[in-house]
C-alpha cells in the first residue's frame, strides 16, 4: 500500500503496527493519506477508493475548469479472511482560483459520527460540529444525487485565531457531511448550486480528472 498511515484527529506522527496509536490521541482508527511531500496521483486515488470500500468519497461535480483533486484520505481498516474492509471517514480537497478570492481549497468530509476528521480539518477542538448544526435555517444548501442537504455555518473562533476559513456541516445519509473553505471568503462560491457526487462508482472516466498540484496543510 502507498497511503500512510495517521491519526484522523491531528498531524502528530503515529506509530502503526496493525494497530496506530497517537502520541496526543492515544489509539486511534487509522488515517491512511498519500505520502507526504508528493502530488497525489490517479493511481493512488484509485487506491484510496479501494482502502474506502463501500463509504462515500465526495468530490464537488463537475469541477471547474482549471480546479484539481489536490488530497484525499480515509479512515479504514483492510479487510481480512474473517471480515470485510470497512470505513468511517472521507476527505477530499480540490483546490484553484476564483476571481474575488485567489487560491481557494475546498474540503468535502464525510463521517461518521466521533471520528473527528472534520473537527481536524476544521481546525476545532471537538470531535462533531456542535449545536449549530440544526438551529435555525441552514446557511446552505447541497445537493447529493436528488436529496438538498441543508448545511449550517460551524463556528470556529474559539480555535482559530486567524479566522481563515468557512465552515459547514449537516448530515447526509446519517453521517456527518462538512465543509471547509479556505479562505474564509471563499463561502460565496456556495451561492451557486454546488453538487456533490460520490465518485467511487464512476470507473475509468476518473482518469480525465486533474489531479496533483501544491497540498494543503490540514
Known amino acids: 500500500m ?3 498511515a ?16 497517537c502520541p496526543v490521541h492515544g489509539d486511534v482508527r487509522t488515517l491512511w493519506t498519500p505520502a507526504t511531500g508528493d502530488d497525489v496521483t490517479y493511481t493512488q ?10 463509504f462515500p468519497t465526495y468530490l464537488p461535480w463537475p469541477m471547474s475548469p482549471g480546479w484539481s483533486v489536490t488530497d484525499f484520505a480515509v479512515v479504514g481498516e483492510a479487510g481480512t479472511d474473517d471480515s470485510p474492509a470497512r470505513a468511517w471517514a472521507t476527505v477530499t480537497c480540490v483546490s484553484g482560483t476564483s ?13 461518521e459520527p466521533g ?9 476545532i477542538d471537538r470531535s462533531d460540529p456542535g449545536r449549530e448544526v440544526g438551529d435555525g435555517q441552514p446557511a446552505v444548501r447541497v445537493r447529493i444525487g436528488s436529496q438538498a442537504v441543508p448545511l449550517w455555518a460551524v463556528s470556529t473562533s474559539a480555535a482559530d ?6 465552515v459547514f456541516a449537516g448530515e447526509a445519509d446519517g453521517r456527518w457531511l462538512w ?13 451557486d448550486d454546488w453538487i456533490l457526487r460520490d465518485v467511487s462508482a464512476i470507473g475509468p472516466p476518473l482518469v ?9 496543510v490540514w
Open 2 to 4: 502507498s497511503l500512510v
Open 179 to 191: 465543509l471547509v473553505l479556505r479562505p474564509a471568503s471563499a463561502m460565496l462560491l456556495l451561492r
Open 161 to 166: 485565531e486567524r479566522f481563515d476559513r468557512s
Open 6 to 21: 495517521g491519526c484522523p484527529r491531528c498531524r502528530a506522527e503515529v506509530v502503526h503496527d496493525g494497530h496506530t496509536s
Open 45 to 54: 486515488f484509485a487506491e484510496h477508493l479501494g482502502a474506502a470500500a463501500d
Open 115 to 123: 471520528t473527528g476528521l472534520g473537527s481536524r480539518c476544521a481546525a
Open 99 to 111: 476571481e474575488l478570492d485567489g487560491p481557494v481549497d475546498v474540503f468535502v468530509v464525510a463521517e
Open 208 to 216: 480525465e480528472m486533474a489531479f496533483g498540484g501544491p497540498r494543503p
